[in-house]
């Protein structure tokens, strides 16, 4: 079973650029979540979808980042624009059921660098 | 306060050696228990959840204590291939958040 694919697995940019994440999870899998893992840190929910529903999104800096997930399926994370503070490797994670059983599946992160 | 708290570590232990880590959660209400585990520079994983009773699986015992918002994870036999950062998870109620302490760094050296 493939596992959650995201990319770019790297970037790079320079503060106030604008980057964007994407993120495909397990099929099947209707929540998704994209948190952020600053280094050192353990990973802090960013936003949580269920299906193309946003149920989470308390503690997204919606001055600078969005997400989306049109059509319940994939979703992007963008962060415009970007502070040096944003430097961190953004985790997508999928689950069944609103992952009842604790069980989420990470992809590898994409692994940002603000400049 | 923080709403997971967990001594970062590292814990230095031969192989072999038996460690524990603790873990303490700020909100009551606080419904499950998980410990999760994440190789440097990989994803996290489940490693373990967490029950009310107590439970073990193989090495690693995990147990929970709600009057002291209190969990901890026991891994006995230490291997190498153990070395990694334990991170404890907390479900809250809600929207069923899961909220990541900061980890536990373990170095298991020959």
């Known amino acids: 079973e493939a596992g959650v694919a995201q990319s770019p697995r790297y970037k790079i940019i320079e503060k106030r650029q604008s980057v964007a994440f994407w993120c495909n999870p397990i099929?099947?899998?209707?929540?998704l979540y994209w948190y952020q893992q600053i280094l050192g840190q353990g990973p802090k929910l960013l936003i949580q979808?269920?299906?193309?529903?946003?149920?989470?999104d308390s503690q997204l800096p919606k001055d600078r980042f969005s997400a989306e997930r049109l059509k319940g399926v994939d979703s992007t994370l963008k962060i415009q624009p970007a502070k040096l503070e944003d430097s961190a490797v953004y985790l997508c994670?999928?689950?069944?059921?609103?992952?009842?059983?604790?069980?989420?599946?990470f992809g590898e992160g994409s692994r940002l660098t603000v400049l | 306060r923080k709403e997971v708290e967990q001594d970062p570590g590292p814990f230095n232990v031969p192989e072999g050696a038996t460690v524990a880590f603790n873990c303490t959660y700020s909100?009551?209400?606080?419904?499950?228990f998980f410990w999760y585990r994440q190789d440097c520079r990989k994803e996290p994983k489940l490693l373990m959840s967490?029950?009310?009773s107590g439970n073990e699986d193989g090495r690693f015992t995990a147990q929970l204590n709600r009057a002291s918002q209190y969990i901890s994870l026991l891994i006995r036999d230490s291997k190498l291939s153990d070395s990694a950062t334990y991170l404890c998870?907390?479900?809250?109620?809600?929207?069923?958040?899961?909220?990541f302490g900061t980890g536990t760094r373990l170095l298991v050296s020959p």
């Open positions: 979808f269920q299906n193309n529903g946003v149920v989470d």
């Open positions: 998870v907390v479900r809250n109620t809600g929207f069923q958040k899961l909220v």
């Open positions: 967490v029950y009310s």
């Open positions: 994670a999928s689950s069944l059921n609103k992952g009842t059983s604790g069980e989420l599946f």
């Open positions: 909100n009551s209400a606080s419904q499950s």
């Open positions: 099929s099947g899998h209707a929540t």
